[in-house]
């Protein structure tokens, strides 16, 4: 069984860090894209980043791009999101997902993933 786990999240002032964990089990990892997406209250899930199967590539959403780093460890089966910098905008709960295989495309698109994990709340407050 498939499972992926965040954890990092909290609640934190404008301008702080955080960084989350995605820890994955049941599936083999380094054969897997990762995501991060985000779901602000009462609006759509958005992406935020992405990476390859082997960390070579990754891809990021203009609003996060300079201030979120993605990154992914193969040994340890997890993947991490850096988030700096961060703002009222950046309120919601973050998803991390898993997309089989080794290209990197459709990376930006929700329906692309075949995993997803619970989600972890993060709040920025001014």
């Known amino acids: 069984q498939v499972q992926l786990v965040e954890s990092g999240g909290g609640w934190v002032q404008t301008g702080a860090s955080l960084k989350l964990s995605c820890a994955a089990s049941g599936l083999t990892f380094n054969t897997h894209g990762m995501g991060w997406f985000r779901q602000a209250p009462g609006k759509e899930r958005e992406f935020v980043a992405a990476i390859n199967w082997n960390g070579g590539r990754v891809s990021y959403a203009y609003s996060v791009e300079g201030r979120f780093t993605i990154s992914r460890d193969n040994v340890k089966n997890t993947a991490y999101l850096q988030m700096n910098s961060l703002n009222f905008e950046d309120t919601g709960v973050y998803f991390c997902?898993?997309?089989?295989?080794?290209?990197?495309?459709?990376?930006?698109?929700?329906?692309?993933?075949?995993?997803w994990g619970q989600g972890t709340q993060v709040t920025v407050s001014s």
């Open positions: 997902a898993a997309k089989m295989g080794r290209d990197f495309i459709d990376n930006q698109h929700a329906p692309s993933y075949d995993y």
